[in-house]
């Protein structure tokens, strides 16, 4: 089945936007798991609550949160543009920030509990043979956290690239800019005679996410671990 | 004076207090489960930090809470072998044994690989992964990795306790080895007596 010119942008710009959504949020999910697993400070349920708020929030008052925040007067919006000269109103960033922002709660949540099952005694172990608490991080953590940041990465893929509600209030739907296969899909529907359009893009969709969860599942497999490697 | 350890660590409510010196060799510490020998051992390699007091192993002040002292775990030079054994999952035999042998700076290394694989009886190991092991075959390995790790000083806790009668034979005279020809001070951590008195210079019940 051939897509139009149109359709293939779609989906280039879809899996654009949650590519880049996802593997620039990596680190900083990561970080936040890593936090929520293995320190106590003041204002820990508070953080847990802030990352988990796109879980349950409507995700149209997400978008309109992300609109005051990053929008060209809110306090992100202009932190980007004055420091990086990056602007995101009605713009495809502000579509990878939107599926980050709603992606985030599901990475967290997978790395987290991946990094509580790793035996923090190994850890000790490691230490008493000479390595630093970094090199310990690299060698020992890291790596026994695999499967969660796989599981991680498909999730959020996944979650992001179904991402609707939050990329539209925030970002609208420009062609071209910030309409992601949701969107396409979305619009479709609303002209007469679109049904044709909206199959092959809800099976282009059905595609990406089997895809997704195939290649994951390799990784597992590839990284080592024993148990056929479900990461889901 | 190998060890010198007065230290006072908080557990729960109650307190683990433990005082003793020992003049070097092969140091157990005797007593029944429960009373805090597996705790001393960690204070010591730096996995836990006591309350208070000092602990000195071979003329090195590991910690020492009057003078503000308490050396990271990687600094203290400890070779640790665990009950449970503690290999790394991920990484095959070999790599268990050569990790803290890669991290340590070459001049502090004492033991290459072939010939703790001979000390041990484990060459035929190297490429297994630690789940595939025998216990009394990871307990090997893990002797194997601390020792490779180029240790000042020994802890040991149970080693012995997974193996069957051959290799536990085996394994002491090893450990005697340690202790007579590379003079490696060891603090040994059990409950069985004939152990104790076969290996040990010094006996500390607690």
């Known amino acids: 089945m051939l897509l ?17 959504a996802i593997f620039a949020s990596l680190p900083l999910a990561f970080a936040v798991a890593w936090l929520l697993a293995r320190r106590h400070f003041p204002g820990k349920v508070l953080l847990d609550a802030l990352v988990h708020l796109p879980l349950v929030l409507p995700p149209v008052v997400t978008g309109w949160l992300l609109l005051l925040a990053f929008g060209s007067n809110g306090p992100l ?24 922002v709603m992606a985030l709660p599901l990475m967290v949540r997978a790395m987290r509990l991946s990094l509580e099952a790793v035996d923090q005694r190994l850890e000790g ?5 000479g390595a630093g608490p970094w090199r310990t991080f690299f060698s020992i953590t890291l790596p026994l956290t695999t499967p969660g940041i796989l599981a991680a ?40 005679g679109g049904e044709t359009a909206v199959t092959r893009l809800a099976i282009i969709s059905v595609i990406l996410s089997l895809l997704a969860l195939v290649v994951s599942e390799l990784l597992a497999r590839r990284s080592g671990y024993g148990r056929g490697g479900h990461v889901i | 004076m190998s060890f010198e350890i007065d230290i006072e660590i908080a557990r729960g409510a109650t307190y683990i ?8 060799g092969l140091t157990a510490l005797f007593g029944p489960s429960g009373v805090g020998k597996t705790t001393t051992l960690d ?19 590991l910690f020492d809470s009057a003078a503000g002292v308490n050396l990271a775990p990687e600094a203290r030079a400890c070779g640790y072998v665990f009950q449970d054994g503690r290999l790394f999952p991920h990484r095959t035999v070999r790599d268990n044994l050569l990790f803290g042998w890669h991290v340590r700076p070459r001049d502090q290394r004492w033991m290459g690989l072939d010939e703790a694989l001979k000390f041990l009886g484990i060459g035929h190991l190297l490429q297994r992964m630690p789940r595939t092991l025998s216990g009394g075959e ?36 090893v450990i005697e080895r340690i202790r007579d020809e ?8 059990s409950h069985d007596r004939a152990e104790v008195e076969r290996l040990a210079d010094q006996v500390v019940s607690i």
């Open chain 2, 138 to 173: 990871a307990q090997r390995v893990a002797i194997g990795r601390a020792l490779l790790s180029g240790p000042r000083f020994l802890l040991m806790d149970e080693p012995l306790s997974s193996l069957d009668q051959a290799r536990r034979e085996e394994i002491m005279v």
């Open chain 2, 43 to 61: 204070a010591v390699a730096g996995l836990l930090k006591p309350k208070r007091g000092r602990i000195v192993v071979a003329g090195s002040v």
């Open chain 1, 4 to 20: 139009s010119a149109e359709e293939w942008e779609v989906v280039a710009l879809s899996l654009k936007v949650s590519g880049i």
């Open chain 1, 153 to 192: 990465i498909v999730l959020g893929l996944a979650r992001s690239l179904g991402e609707f509600g939050a990329t539209i209030t925030f970002v609208s739907n420009i062609p071209g800019e910030t309409r992601t296969l949701p969107l396409a899909i979305y619009s479709a529907l609303q002209i007469p």
């Open chain 1, 77 to 100: 919006g202009r932190f980007f543009a004055d420091v990086f000269g990056l602007t995101f109103m009605f713009r495809w960033t502000g579509a990878a920030v939107a599926a980050a």
């Open chain 1, 125 to 129: 172990a490691a230490r008493t043979l």
């Open chain 2, 17 to 24: 207090t433990n005082d003793f010196n020992s003049s070097g």
């Open chain 2, 182 to 189: 590379l003079r490696l001070p060891i603090l040994y951590v």
